[in-house]
């Protein structure tokens, strides 16, 4: 009986020391994996780094579940490969990111990037980068793309102002039998969820490269110095809060954001990338950042060039009517108070019309005497004035009868302060007024500006926008 009992127990004590074993071997063989796997993508980042202007696309093919790229917790998990040019040695002001695939009409992406270059002075191109996403799976197709980007742009890649990269096909979730929201045919539903992935990897590649970024298509043409208007426009909004600034009224052309909101916007694209087109994400995006308005700003500095679309080849003719190829000369309009005793009609208050976003001021019918008034916060030199009233829908409601009048010499308190004389620079023809030169024909610094209405109206004013440049600062 005692032999019996001694070899049970030796047989329990094999048993349970196989497991352990068996256990130690697992947890030993999983830490080898990992081991081997993270030295191999060590080893390919590395080799990422080292390579400059242009290689053979032969991607190491990684295997990953698109579920575990939703995960909310920072950037994405995705080894980029360079295609051209390096990681930037140094943060930019603003990143220029474009996406682009093989089209079966007409390519438009070298003249898109040269148009950005070619628009910008030699001090806006230090605080640019530019990045490229060659987003098709045709590797013939990326090959040539980057010989030619890499021959007319090697200049730009060699000073780190550009940088084209790829993503490998096996971080892309299955693009097959997706929903077939808003009876898109499933070719279509295909072709705008890939879209959205393709943005979502730009977006996480870009997310620390820049303080701003700003979204292209790979078929743009730019205004002159855009960068410049960009800085300008953000400054103006210093101290106010927004998700979207957007320079273009097409799709998903010139909106601009800051970098530290791309993580959450590419998490957000890859989330419901088969739900419905980019732009309209785009919308949704800023929506539930609170940020209810579109704040969209004239003229426009991005302007759509392509007559094929990247889609089947077909015809797209959509056009910004308010872009502008010369439209560095955006307005000072330094701080101010804005007051007016008219019949402000609605929530369109006086704030609307001194300003280049796409709002107005309305009033009900004014009488004699009544004014639109500014209250510069500091004494300026002023050089230009541009005021436009109406709009293209209600052309009628302008101001057929008016002046417009700076003054010195202000009295009051910071509620209530108003200027005690005044000088008339002018009247408004058919609604609108315009000078130049003021700096030579008003000898004071000009403390206030006001639009005095000098003859009663049936119809309503719209005043659409005031613009002001100022001259060098007056010494105080």
């Given at each position: ?199 979502a990897f730009l977006l996480n590649f870009c997310a620390n490269l820049s303080d701003y970024y700003v979204m292209l298509e790979d078929d743009v043409r730019c205004s002159k110095n855009f960068l410049t208007a960009v800085k300008k426009v953000v400054t103006s909004r210093e101290g106010s809060y927004w998700v979207t600034l957007e320079f273009s ?228």
């Amino acid at each position: 009986r005692h032999n019996l009992k001694y070899f049970d127990k030796m047989r329990c004590l094999r048993k349970r020391s196989a497991v352990s074993f068996l256990g130690i071997l697992v947890v030993c063989l999983l830490f080898m994996n990992l081991y081997i796997e993270d030295g191999y993508v060590l080893e390919g980042d590395k080799q990422l780094i080292r390579e400059t202007a242009t290689h053979q696309l032969n991607p190491e093919r990684y295997v990953h579940s698109f579920k575990d790229l939703s995960n909310f917790s920072g950037s994405i998990n995705i080894s980029y490969r360079y295609l051209a040019g390096t990681p930037l040695p140094r943060k930019r002001y603003l990143t220029i990111g474009l996406s682009s695939v093989k089209r079966k009409k007409g390519n438009y992406l070298l003249e898109t990037i040269k148009s950005i270059f070619e628009q910008s002075s030699y001090e806006e191109l230090k605080e640019i980068a530019v990045v490229v996403q060659l987003a098709d799976f045709d590797s013939a197709w990326c090959e040539g793309m980057v010989q030619d980007i890499s021959q007319k742009f090697a200049h730009h890649i060699i000073a780190g102002r550009l940088i084209v990269i790829h993503v490998p096909e096996d971080y892309y979730p299955v693009l097959d039998g997706l929903k077939r929201n808003y009876n898109d045919p499933e070719d279509r539903v295909k072709f705008r969820s890939k879209q959205n992935v393709d943005y979502a990897f730009l977006l996480n590649f870009c997310a620390n490269l820049s303080d701003y970024y700003v979204m292209l298509e790979d078929d743009v043409r730019c205004s002159k110095n855009f960068l410049t208007a960009v800085k300008k426009v953000v400054t103006s909004r210093e101290g106010s809060y927004w998700v979207t600034l957007e320079f273009s009224k097409l799709g998903y052309i010139g909106k601009l954001y800051h970098s530290h909101d791309l993580p959450r916007l590419a998490h957000f694209l890859l989330m419901f990338y088969q739900e419905m087109p980019c732009d309209w994400l785009l919308i949704h995006f800023r929506g539930l950042l609170a940020q209810k308005e579109v704040i969209r700003f004239k003229p426009s500095l991005f302007q759509h060039m392509g007559y094929y679309s990247s889609y089947k080849g077909a015809e797209n003719k959509l056009k910004d009517d308010d872009f502008e190829e010369e439209s560095f000369d955006i307005p000072d309009n330094p701080p101010a108070n804005l007051h007016t005793n008219m019949n402000v009609f609605e929530n369109y208050e006086a704030s609307k019309a001194y300003s280049s976003i796409d709002e107005y001021f309305w009033g009900k019918a004014p009488s004699t005497g009544d004014f639109y008034g500014i209250v510069f916060e500091k004494p300026i030199k002023i050089s230009k004035i541009k005021v436009v009233t109406g709009t293209e829908d209600r052309q009628n409601d302008i101001l057929h009868h008016g002046a417009l009048e700076v003054g010195e010499k202000i009295v009051g308190n910071k509620k209530g302060r108003q200027c005690t004389t005044y000088l008339r620079l002018g009247e408004f023809k058919n609604g609108n007024f315009e000078i130049t030169d003021v700096e030579h024909k008003v000898l004071f610094d000009i403390n206030c500006m006001r639009i005095l209405v000098t003859k009663s109206q049936k119809e309503w004013l719209i005043i659409r926008s005031i613009s002001v440049w100022t001259s060098q600062t007056p010494n105080q």
